[in-house]
């Protein structure tokens, strides 16, 4: 335990591996695992929240900190974080309320600076928040989807995999995987192409996903309508992940804006 700076309070129940790394001033506070590798830099604070190997939690952070929901009476929660997340400078990862009793982070995640989690959400792997993002409670990010900065999520959102949020969006309905959007409020903008290509998708899954999207949201159809003919076809375990997903929205789905969309967006 010498790679514990004489400055950082710990508290005694923390699980701590020998290999960890804590800096000046920081706090380890009750019901905390941290997993080998992991490094944690000056007056960071952590609690509540049980994470795995190779985490960086930047100085200034704060980890597993109260959820800022009124119900919210200091009942036992936790945060559970995976391998190899990156927690920059001054970002807030709230722990879950009573109604789930956890937060839940996948790993392989990068939160910018001022990025907030809030209780209950649950992130994929590989997301990516950049700076001064704000994530409402119950919030559900998919696998490798990218939050751009200054993006505001409305509690309870859905956003699906391989998603590509534009900087300073406002989310207010669920974004169906592999889909680009943009602008306050926000509106679908094509497919995120890009990303599947770095993913490795095969040309014809993609062209499966082009060819749902554009019967899904530039038909004229109906949205349920839409749903049923592509359902018919379909064939791709990643258009019928699209399809699931819409199937399952509460909140509702995010469509293009009136007269914005064109198939040029889905075939660039």
């Not at 923390?14 to 992991?38: E, N, R």
């Not at 704000?134 to 859905?158: M, N, P």
């Amino acid at each position: 335990m010498n790679h514990i700076h004489p400055t950082a309070v710990t508290d005694p129940g923390a699980k701590i591996d020998p290999s960890v790394k804590i800096g000046p001033y920081a706090v380890i506070g009750p019901d905390v695992v941290l997993g080998a590798g992991t490094t944690v830099g000056a007056h960071a604070v952590i609690e509540y929240t049980h994470m795995g190997r190779d985490n960086r939690i930047m100085p200034g952070a704060f980890v597993g900190t109260p959820p800022q929901d009124l119900k919210y009476a200091g009942e036992h929660t936790i945060l559970v974080m995976g391998d190899k997340n990156t927690v920059r400078e001054c970002v807030t990862l709230n722990r879950g309320t009573a109604a789930h009793g956890e937060t839940r982070i996948g790993s392989g995640c990068l939160f910018m600076a001022y990025s907030h989690v809030a209780h209950d959400c649950i992130i994929g792997d590989g997301v990516i928040l950049v700076n001064s993002v704000g994530v409402a409670g119950h919030v559900e990010i998919g696998d490798f989807s990218v939050v751009g900065g200054l993006v505001g999520i409305h509690q309870y959102v859905r956003i699906g995999r391989f998603c590509m949020l534009g900087g300073g969006s406002m989310i207010g309905k669920d974004i169906p995987p592999f889909c680009n959007c943009q602008g306050d409020r926000a509106t679908l903008r094509g497919l995120n192409l890009l990303g599947m290509r770095r993913a490795g998708l095969p040309r014809e899954t993609v062209q499966s996903i082009k060819d749902a999207y554009k019967t899904l949201f530039l038909s004229g159809s109906r949205l349920e309508e839409a749903v049923a003919e592509v359902k018919s076809t379909a064939h791709a375990k990643e258009v019928l992940e699209m399809l699931g997903f819409i199937e399952r929205s509460r909140r509702g789905i995010m469509r293009p804006a009136t007269g914005a969309a064109s198939e040029e967006e889905v075939t660039v």
